[in-house]
């Protein structure tokens, strides 16, 4: 049984020859290329031999000038929708991308 026939199988409720493994961890690499990020987490996957990978952004949601971080309820309504296509995720979607090209059709993996 591969990779992502196991993991498919046991979100169906089928009989399966082992529970899919995997665990994730945070880089911390979110200032840096998607690049950096990409190669982290796909060595991860291979060390581990997770049967699929949480990949772990840390990339931020940009806040509005003057804010640093969501503290009441009133800095939640300060907060403005961002484009697909803006600058902010470039590097998050570059990464996933690459992970893609490397394991794509080996294993599944999951943004958060």
């Given at each position: 049984?591969?990779?992502?026939?196991?993991?498919?199988?046991?979100?169906r409720?089928?009989?399966?020859?082992?529970?899919?493994?995997?665990?994730?961890?945070?880089?911390?690499l979110?200032?840096?290329?998607g690049?950096?990020?990409?190669?982290?987490?796909?060595?991860?996957?291979?060390?581990?031999?997770?049967?699929?990978?949480?990949?772990?952004?840390?990339?931020?949601?940009?806040?509005?000038?003057?804010?640093?971080?969501?503290?009441?309820?009133?800095?939640?309504?300060?907060?403005?929708?961002?484009?697909?296509?803006?600058?902010?995720?470039?590097?998050?979607?570059?990464?996933?991308?690459?992970?893609?090209?490397?394991?794509?059709?080996?294993?599944?993996?999951?943004?958060?």
């Open positions: 049984m591969n990779k992502i026939e196991r993991v498919t199988g046991a979100l409720g089928e009989a399966i020859d082992r529970a899919p493994f995997s665990f994730w961890y945070h880089f911390g979110h200032h840096g290329p690049r950096k990020h990409a190669e982290a987490e796909v060595d991860f996957y291979r060390t581990y031999d997770l049967d699929f990978l949480k990949v772990m952004n840390d990339y931020p949601y940009p806040l509005p000038p003057g804010l640093e971080a969501i503290e009441t309820a009133d800095d939640w309504q300060r907060l403005e929708p961002v484009a697909a296509s803006d600058s902010c995720w470039r590097e998050q979607l570059t990464a996933l991308s690459l992970i893609h090209a490397t394991f794509g059709k080996e294993a599944m993996f999951i943004d958060t």
